[in-house]
């Protein structure tokens, strides 16, 4: 049972039956087993601006998310410049793996990264938890 329990979410449908249930308005692009790319709105607060949001499953490797509207601001905190995508958590801190859920982890990251970003453009400081990446320069993502 345990074995089953593991191997479920190495389906991409698991992937995108959680994204469905949850956050109903992403639409799925579905490329292979392991390669699924959500595309739809966020929004962190009511009061906040609607975000649309690109998120690359990539089965073992570390989803990629985008901001596709609206356009963020140059050089932007904890954002990989290389792959313009966000930097949702410290890869010494988690790991992440394909039987990990997109919907629950990385969709509620994002919304959290959002909220975040838009205190930053009014207070110029990074409300929220973060890492210290400057070690780290190079790091591509």
């Known amino acids: 049972m345990e074995t ?6 190495y389906n991409s449908d698991v992937q995108i039956g959680a994204m469905k249930s949850l956050y109903p308005q992403f639409k799925v692009k579905k490329r292979g087993q392991f390669e699924i790319e959500f595309t739809g709105e966020l929004q962190a607060k009511p009061e906040l601006p609607i975000y ?5 499953y990539l089965g073992d490797n570390t989803p990629k998310v985008k901001v596709i509207r609206p356009v ?9 410049t290389q ?3 966000l930097c949702l958590y410290h890869p010494n801190d988690y790991k992440w793996r394909k039987e990990r859920l997109v919907a629950k982890d990385i969709v509620s990251w994002t919304a959290a990264w959002i909220y975040f970003y838009e205190a930053w453009l009014q207070h110029k400081v990074w409300l929220g938890p973060e890492a210290d990446h400057s070690a780290e320069k190079n ?3």
């Open 4 to 9: 089953y329990l593991k191997s479920k979410y």
């Open 52 to 56: 649309t949001i690109s998120i690359e």
């Open 72 to 80: 963020l601001v140059e050089n932007p905190p904890h954002f990989y």
């Open 83 to 85: 792959s313009n995508t």
């Open 139 to 141: 790091l591509l993502i």
